[in-house]
């Protein structure tokens, strides 16, 4: 039951067709709206054009280990979510919280995942329509991450 209410807090607040975490939406949210909400970061990373505000340690946002939002630094908007969550989440949760398996043809209105592979050999479920890919620990079986970005309905995308 515990996991159920953690992933319920991971989960929330979630309109129809886009997937922010815990309010702040990739692709719309300012790096301010993070800060504001979470308070300062506990460690802030610049590389290139980008800024990776991180929180973990005492810092961490209930329910994680740590939680990364990568901004632009011209823009300030917030162009990824990288979450890592603190209970252990299998895939049947995940399955039951964000949509089935695609079916073969033609896409469904309503949410689904298509499985992948990274060049590491570790499994991924992409959820096109929410923007939205959960990566699996070794064991195939639990989650190591889930990874918010903007929207995008074409294959394969939907993950930087």
């Not at 610049?46 to 929180?55: F, G, L, M, Q």
Request: aromatic share 10%; net charge positive.
């Amino acid at each position: 039951m515990r996991t159920l209410a953690v992933v319920a807090v991971l989960i929330a607040a979630v309109p129809a067709m886009a997937k922010p975490w815990q309010g702040i939406e990739p692709g719309v949210s300012k790096r301010d709206e993070v800060t504001q909400k979470f308070g300062e970061p506990s460690r802030v990373v610049t590389n290139d054009n980008k800024e990776i505000i991180a929180y973990l340690g005492k810092e961490a946002i209930k329910g994680t280990t740590e939680a990364q939002f990568k901004v632009d630094k011209t823009t300030k908007i917030v162009e990824r979510i990288d979450v890592f969550p603190g209970p252990v989440i299998d895939k049947e949760t995940i399955e039951g919280s964000y949509g089935p398996a695609c079916p073969n043809g033609p896409a469904p209105a309503s949410p689904c995942f298509v499985k992948k592979v990274t060049d590491d050999f570790r499994t991924y479920y992409q959820y096109n329509k929410l923007g939205l890919a959960i990566f699996f620990k070794e064991d195939g079986k639990t989650v190591h991450s889930f990874i918010f970005t903007p929207v995008t309905t074409a294959p394969g995308k939907g993950t930087k």
